[in-house]
């Protein structure tokens, strides 16, 4: 499985971005997917996931209400809405992807859940 995340880029506070995450697989319709982040000297936290099974959608909770994650399996493609941006959105962004099912909510914020990691894009919010 390969993740190619693009869509960062700079933005002033209140705006909004779209990041898009293009994946490799034959089966990417049931793979579980998620967004992390890492702002610099902070470590990588979860930020979104959707399962693959039944489209359920995890958020933490800083970005509940702003961000929205959705998926098109036809494209193989993961995408994140990311609306109402704060400053301490700023981070890199990470896709990530499990292609074997997770059993237990918690697995999808953790990163030890995901097998597969894409490069990152960089998003910066100005105030």
């Known amino acids: 499985v390969q993740l190619q995340a693009s869509g960062g880029g700079l933005v002033q506070a209140g705006g909004s971005l779209r990041l898009s995450c293009a994946a490799s697989g034959r089966t990417f319709s049931s793979y579980d997917m998620g967004w992390f982040r890492q702002a610099p000297g902070k470590e990588r936290e979860f930020v979104v996931a959707v399962s693959g099974s039944d489209g359920t959608t995890y958020y933490a909770d800083s970005v509940k209400g702003r961000f929205t994650i959705s998926r098109d399996n036809a494209k193989k493609m993961v995408y994140l809405q990311m609306n109402s941006l704060k400053p301490e959105d700023t981070a890199v962004y990470f896709c990530?992807?499990?292609?074997?099912?997770?059993?237990?909510?918690?697995?999808?914020?953790?990163?030890?859940?995901?097998?597969?990691w894409g490069q990152g894009t960089q998003v910066t919010v100005s105030s």
């Open positions: 990530a992807a499990e292609p074997s099912p997770m059993y237990g909510s918690r697995w999808y914020t953790l990163e030890v859940g995901y097998g597969y």
